[in-house]
């Protein structure tokens, strides 16, 4: 702001707006970041997997997300007769690397612990484990209230293809943005360049940073942002073990990473209906038969009683006259 602003007349060199114009300039490709991807030592084209993916901290680049436009898993297999799973590529310049499910997408308020800053002259290897979600099929027939979780096709004005936590926070910034500042990020996808803030509006963002930037829950009085999003029902639980990192000797300007599944998958959650439509009435059918003598024919045989039975007593009647 002092920069652009010199005795409160303006630097005639410094843009005032259409800031994701100049964050295109500077922005580098793919084939300019990664090289020499392997999976188990099968190489493989880096670009062609490793997709772009708007986020709200810029351009990213991931591989075997269900959330970019243009889905293109690659085949990372694991079983008992191949257990080894080793991910290898090279990174060119210093990065974020973010370890997230594939529903999930990198964000402001990404954990801590799922980030990984690579510095090049660096050699870093992850280590992670998996355990993922199954659920009943009389689980989709109940309310996101109920099970407290939410399917990938719920994802009602969602910003992104499928439904994610991550990606229902970030409509939540979306929308605070626009009420605190009346803009938004320029990196913020789904955007006109109407809506997108100029100089005034950025420092807007800056001045409300903690409330924007952090999470909290309904009842806190903590700055933050408070969002209603539930979790996926089909979310993916990747915890990291531990993290190696060495400095390459003779230094080199490039990163190298490795990303290993330490052991085939040994949990899994499930998650179950308790009491389903069908248990009601097997309930409701059980208490009646027990306090009452009644069964479900009982209740068929009464409205029989006053309804077919009835319009045959009253024809019959006047039959007879």
Known sequence: MN?????????PHCPISNYSYYAQLIRSSCPEILKNCSYNNEVF?????????????????????????????YPMLSNMKQKSGVL???VLLTSMMYTLGEDEIPSVTTLYSSTLKLSLGKKYRRHVTVRNIENDPLVAETTPQ??????????EDGLYP?????ACNVLCRKRAQMELCQCID???LDTTESERCNISGMWCLH?????????KPHWAKRPGLSCNCLPSCNETEITILKDVITTLKPKKYITYVEMVLAYLPTERFKRNVVRSRLDLVVSVGGTAGLFVGASLLSFV????????????NVLMEKRKQ
Not at 146 to 155: G, I, K, S, T, Y
């Open 207 to 215: 001045s409300h940073s903690k409330d924007l930037t952090t999470l």
């Open 301 to 312: 045989e009464l409205i029989f009683f006053f309804t077919v039975r009835f319009i045959s």
């Open 45 to 73: 084209n880096c670009c062609e997997y490793f997709q772009t993916i708007e986020t709200d901290v810029g351009i990213c680049y991931i591989i075997n997300s269900i959330q970019t436009k243009n889905s293109k898993p």
């Open 88 to 90: 290898k590529f090279q």
């Open 3 to 11: 920069v652009c602003y010199m005795n409160k007349k303006r630097d």
């Open 146 to 155: 109920q099970r407290a979780c939410r399917f990938h096709d719920e994802n």
């Open 186 to 188: 320029h990196f913020m």
């Open 162 to 166: 499928h439904y994610s936590y991550s």
